[in-house]
């Protein structure tokens, strides 16, 4: 089984690879255009060159909306392989008879080749977890590209090699090395980027799950001493319920989801959701989500309390306005102790000024019960 800092690096390495694809693409399509321009090709060759320009430039835009070859599996990064040695292999034919192209060696677009390399010095083969597998991978990439001019030109010149074009392979093959280096440049920031997510995340456990275990193990010999469990339990949840916010609210945007379903949870059994708020994948600036999610604990506990339990929370963006609506369906709030200027209410509501919003006692309807809205800017006016 992989260590876990091999997974963290497998995944922060796999979410780095699809924009270098992408640029990697790009770099083959302006190669093939600007072949078509420094090498002399047979007549009726450069619309194939053309094509093939036209043809990476798409697959770079693919990849950019979509997933590239690399991020698909092992089964297209075979082909995207291939298609390098074939690619680089046809144009070598097309070539006019006397044009040595960029190396002297019969190689048109020497980078066309190389540029990969730098994508596949650090892709996580088998996913880091075998690093002989890995470096056998990657050095026989390195010899095939290297040796693929040798190839060529023996099928060419039906291996009446020279001097000068041994002196080229050479030169291609110093290029390679570099280009590989390179690849292996960003891994190493891949490593560092690891290592400070890693720092990052300890520090996130130990601010706020360090002394949970001791709470845990309080709360059972609590319950085994005779304590009434259902005591016990709320005030262990409550502890939770302080410790993911914590957890929640050191990300500078925080999920609208990760908030309801934390306010939620502090209440346990005691509060039933008659309709969950559709919020999709929105998220809130910190000092925002600060506020909202201690005004949405605080609103759900007025239901617990005085509201009957049962709640209906719907939700709604107004442009840039964030809407919610809490329903219960208790005796009902009367307005003189919601404006109530010491009130829980009216203290969440000078929070809710200072940030642009607003928190207002509407009609309960012929239902009864309370029903109070929430509105919060998604972010500050300019």
Known sequence: MPRPDVELLAATTSKLIKPFEAVVLLLQATNLVMSAVNDRYRDGALPVVFALGGLHLLLALLVVYRRGPLTRGHAWTSVWIAMIFVVQLLLAHLLAPGDFAAYGNGVPMGNYALIPLTVFAFYPWDGFRN????????????????????????LMHRWDLTGAHVRSVAQYAVWAVVWFLTGKGIAWLCRIAVRVETEALTRSYEVALGDFHSHVEGAARRIDSGHDARQVSRELREITYARRRQLLLQEHNVGAVDIVKNAVRLHGDRLVLLSPPRLGALTIPRDRAIVLEQGLADLLKNVVDHGGGAV???????????????????????????????????????????????????????????????????????
Request: aromatic share 4%; proline share 8%; glycine share 12%.
């Open 131 to 154: 690093p002989l597998r890995r470096w056998a991978i990657e050095c026989g990439l390195v010899v095939a590209i290297v040796l693929h001019p040798l190839l060529i030109l023996g």
């Open 312 to 382: 209906a929370l719907d939700f709604a963006l107004d442009g840039d306005r964030m809407v919610f609506d809490v329903r219960d369906e208790g005796p009902g709030l009367a307005p003189e102790a919601f404006a109530e200027p010491t009130s829980t209410m009216q203290r969440l509501r000078r929070k809710l000024l200072e940030l642009g919003g607003d928190l207002l006692l509407l009609d309960p309807g012929p239902g009864g019960g309370t029903a109070i809205r929430l509105a919060l800017p998604l972010r500050s006016a300019r």
